[in-house]
């Protein structure tokens, strides 16, 4: 008889087992409370034999399965486990960007021979970094970013004496994968905070007001900051009466602010960038003691702190390009049928949702398994598709993984539904993946007009802060940094402001995409009557005798193309290239 050991017991009321299953299966086979007392360099021994036997036990576990499968026939399709990659993949994430602070400006006095009390020479702070964005080819996710956290320009460095100028702060550059969106959650701008506060009457602005020699105000703010000023050392502030002490000198701002988009940042990066964008300018080092040098006063004891940085959150976001999207229910084949076409190692399992994240496949159009060179109108060499995850039945109301991932396919040229000829009616397939596609679709819509509605300048207009907008004649492009290669620039502001001539996003609605459906598995018996009912429906919709699937009258239904495959043999689908390439061309 097994008697439960109190250390089995304490497996089984914790959260031990689920931790530490190795554990859970040691006690099961008794004795582990023997070993309770054990240094952890054996236990740690123990979980890796442990996770050894469990990836072999589970590899068993999935043998009977793939029994039906000749396994070496297949290999390409088939590959042991330790074969699948596992790249990791993050499609959207929160960044906080800081600019460079500024550098300190110097209190020095020119000490030289036979000169024992020279005039002031502190040299001005440098120049805070700046913080640029770039979209490149090769990165394909956003997990690098996403553990970033906030991403700080250097600082620039303090002045010196001998009117050295501080050097400025090292830039930092943000590479994102093409695709990728960026929007502004929030930004702080502390100078643009100052400026507002000096027009409601305080700050610096007061300060220059009671410049005025007809102001007999007495000048209460010529006093000292602890968060602007710097003093000689040993200089109490208090030693320095209002008499002596000068006004604050206006805030600067970098002139490459002008580079900058304008707030709130709204990019849409489509295409590879061939130079950095800037996106915060660092601020500005603060003034050496030969600034204040007046009449009165020869020997200024102060300098002024460098300015603090614009920090921006941001939000980015990954749709990614691929020119052919497949869309299809959970287990219907996507995967299989990526790894047919192309050189994708994409994970594929008789179970729902074995894609959990979306995976690109690139089929070459001249040398991919000696299929036929293709004649392409506009020389393509080669096309990318992309596999998504599986969508259910009312993705939309959040069931399975939900709708997000259509995201990575909403700017694919062409989509191809993938439908299972096993798995039931075909044409209802295809009909309840429109269905949610429509949804999807009807969601982006909403979100569009919420995010015009958000960038809405205030009422009060004292949010919008725009940069040197006033001083950028029309028709000049303030944005240098955009190459503009006539088709659309490779940086496009969604909601570009009057006077830039920035090309607008072009994104077609989902249903007006040319479409053709891709049916799978038609090596399994019984499959032959779903597929011919399946080009009935088809016949019958680009004969406008039934509505097209998506609901919507403008959906596109010129060659509507279902192609019947066996992705698992690799039968049927050295048709799929050729169509896609005509579709493209559309
Ligand atoms: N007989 C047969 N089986 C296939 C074919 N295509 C795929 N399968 C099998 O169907 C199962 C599911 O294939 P996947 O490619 O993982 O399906 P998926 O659509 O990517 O599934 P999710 O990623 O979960 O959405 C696997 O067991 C494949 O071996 C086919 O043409 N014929
Ligand atoms: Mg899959």
New binding site residues.
Partial sequence: MFSVSPYARLLQSSLTPFLYPCLDSASTSGGISRHVTRTLKPRRRQIRQSIRCQTTAAAQAVSPSDAA?DVTRYDHL?PSPPDYSSAPFTDSCTLTIAAGPGGHGCISFLREKYIADGPPNGGDGGTGGNVYIQAVRGETSLHKIARRGTLRAGRGKNGQGSMRGGSRGDDVLLSVPVGTVVREVWRQDPLAEENAEARRGKGFGADLRRDDPDDEAPDQSRKWRRDKWLLYPGTLPKSFTSADFPALPRPRRSNLVANEPDAPLRLDLSKPMDRPLLLAAGAMGGLGNPHFVTKSIHKPKYATKGEDPTRIHLQLELKLLADVGLV?L????????LRALTNSRT?????????LAPNVGTVVLDRNHGRPVLETRENWRSFTIA?I??LVEDAHLDRGLGLGFLRHVERAAVLAF?VDLSAGDAVQALKALWKEVGEYEKMREEDVSVETQRTKPDEDGMVAYAPFESSISPGMDPEPDVPNDGEGASALLLDPPAGRKLPALALPPITSKPWFVVA?????SGTQENFAALQQYLQAVQDGIQGPPSGKPNGWRKRLRAVP?????KEGVEGIPGLVVGLLGE
């Fill in positions: 499968v088939d299809g959970p287990n219907a084949g996507k995967s299989t049928l994970r594929v399992g008789d179970w729902a949702f074995t894609t596999d995850p599986g993938v799978t598995k038609a090596d399994l495959v066996s992705a698992i043999n």
